[in-house]
């Protein structure tokens, strides 16, 4: 598994709640799509204006580049002149324009953090500061067997100990022993609803990276071995009742350890998630199915020493290069069903789903498409903020989804329905032809299988045989769905689909009433 330095994605808003000011596209002229920046980028344009020069720049210097015409960003030190790229960018020019001339860092890592800045904007580099502007850095303050994130001020000024907030007493904890053949580490999590969705296990050329993540913080263990293990972690279990888990692994002599291994990087660390790193995995294509007539669903199958679940709402990335540039798409695992047959716990961790749909002329989904069984893809460890604790309290769940926004909702379909207090669970599903409809004869046998489902199809461009509903997301439709809730009840909305779809149903929710705690957006 590979840390990714250049991806560092540790706040990615691609699926952000309506309550949160999440990255949202616009639409840009012809001719400004990635692949026009990528052609740009090779067309051997001066992109930065020095005619090749690298200069160092001062804040002062930096603070005068500062407009439309003249705009220069700093990410992590290194300047950027971004303004012929103000144009391709997929938030719109102003968005990048809140870092104009400042150092950019932060803004880049609360929004665009999911993008290969590296990558994308090598040819628009302009230099390095000359000094650091001031800004918040997070660095690690080792305590007594943890290390706990702290921040502090680039000119020495302290700012409020984020440990204050999680003292260690109820920070988690780990300790091994062994038999003769095996070796079993315990991790005391000190959370009672602690399950497999919640952890990543990693083993790979004798290196264990476990990662145990939780509402805002994760718990990391990271160690060289410190003796050969067979390479598939042998069982891992998880005690929600007590918030403990067990990793088991079987040696492949029957040497007495000593000690478990040594220490690499952010080993027995407690951070928060915000400050996480994704990792790559390279996965290998096992299956490939029509779902419908331009939408595919892909099996990948993670490496063996891989232990992972995708937990419900999140999603994955993605990622390829193409003419030297990283492109990064995100995706959400699904299932292999509306209703799958019982999965052994191996298939359940190692078997990632993608429902994807094929853009003949799009970037990354071509080379998904021709890739053949056996191929590999690098696939990214879980991100989004979707919490199931926000479906708490809750007996009824909408969904709104258009066209491949249906993905997020299939595990919470499956999720809800598997509760005994949801009453309903009711799907408003909108695409432009009958073709397009993913899953119809699944959603349909479900509404038989289980009478708390309803699911209703609304139609832009219906044949002239279509009985169902007519036409694109209105307000009315909205009211129509929402009256259907139960006084008694509390009801979560969720809805994903483009951009504009997203933005119109919670602009319409919020004006039928519907708070900001009562919205999941899944966005991107």
Not at 408 to 429: A, E, G, V
């Amino acid at each position: 598994m590979n840390s990714s330095s250049q991806f560092p994605a540790p706040s990615s808003q691609q699926r952000i709640s309506a309550a949160a000011s999440g990255r949202m596209k616009v639409q840009l002229k012809p001719g400004r799509s990635l692949m026009d920046w990528i052609r740009l980028l090779k067309s051997g344009k001066d992109m930065t204006g020095l005619r090749g020069r690298f200069i160092e720049i001062t804040p002062e210097e930096l603070a005068k580049h500062n407009t439309k015409t003249d705009c220069w960003i700093c990410i992590r030190g290194l300047v950027y002149n971004v303004t012929p790229y103000l144009e391709y960018h997929p938030g719109g020019e102003e968005e990048l324009m809140k870092g104009a001339g400042a150092d950019a860092t932060e803004l880049f890592d609360q929004i665009h953090s999911w993008v290969n800045y590296d990558s994308m904007l090598k040819e628009c580099l302009v230099g390095r500061m000359s000094s650091k502007p001031t800004y918040v850095a997070k660095v690690s303050v080792k305590q007594p067997g943890l290390t706990m994130p702290r921040e502090i001020l680039l000119n020495g000024a302290t700012v409020p100990d984020s440990s204050e907030k999680r003292p260690q007493d109820i920070s988690p904890r780990y300790e091994w022993f062994q038999t003769e053949d095996t070796i079993t580490i315990v991790i005391y999590t000190k959370q009672k609803d602690i399950d497999s969705d919640s952890m990543i296990v990693d083993l790979e050329g004798g290196v264990l990276r476990t990662e145990i993540r939780q509402q805002e913080y994760s718990y990391i263990i990271h160690l060289e071995l410190s003796h050969e293990v067979e390479q598939e972690v042998a069982s891992v279990r998880c005690s929600s009742k007590v918030g403990k888990i067990e990793l088991h692994l079987k040696k492949l002599s029957n040497t007495v350890w000593n000690d478990l291994g040594q220490p690499r990087e952010h080993h027995n660390s407690y951070e928060k998630n915000t400050n996480r790193d994704l990792f790559y995995w390279k996965c290998n294509l096992i299956s490939k199915v029509d779902v419908s007539h331009n939408t595919r669903l892909f099996c990948f199958q993670l490496p063996p020493g891989c232990h992972l679940t995708i937990p419900v709402g999140q999603h994955v990335y993605l990622k390829s290069c193409i003419q030297d540039v990283e492109v990064v798409r995100p995706y959400t695992p699904v299932l292999p069903s509306l209703y799958p047959e019982p999965r052994n716990d191996y298939q359940s961790c190692t078997n990632i789903y993608l429902m994807i749909k094929i853009y003949p002329t799009g970037l990354l989904t071509p080379i998904i498409d021709k890739l053949q069984i056996g191929d590999s893809v690098s696939l990214s460890s879980p991100d989004g903020n979707f919490k199931c604790t926000q479906l708490k309290g809750m007996t009824e769940l909408i969904l709104l989804a258009a066209g491949t926004g249906f993905t997020p909702m299939i595990k919470l379909i499956s999720f809800t329905l598997k509760i005994s207090y949801f009453r309903k669970i009711r799907l408003m599903f909108f695409n432009k032809e009958e073709k397009d409809i993913l899953w119809k004869d699944q959603l349909d046998n479900l509404t038989s299988k289980d009478k708390r489902f309803e699911v209703e199809y609304i139609l832009s461009e219906p044949h002239l045989e279509w009985t169902g509903k007519r036409g694109r997301i209105e307000r009315s439709l909205c009211s129509e769905l929402l009256s259907r809730r139960t006084e008694e009840g509390k009801s979560l909305v969720c809805v994903c689909g483009p951009n504009s779809f997203t933005e119109q149903v919670v602009g319409f929710c919020k004006e039928l009433g519907i708070s900001n705690e009562e919205i999941h957006a899944f966005s991107g």
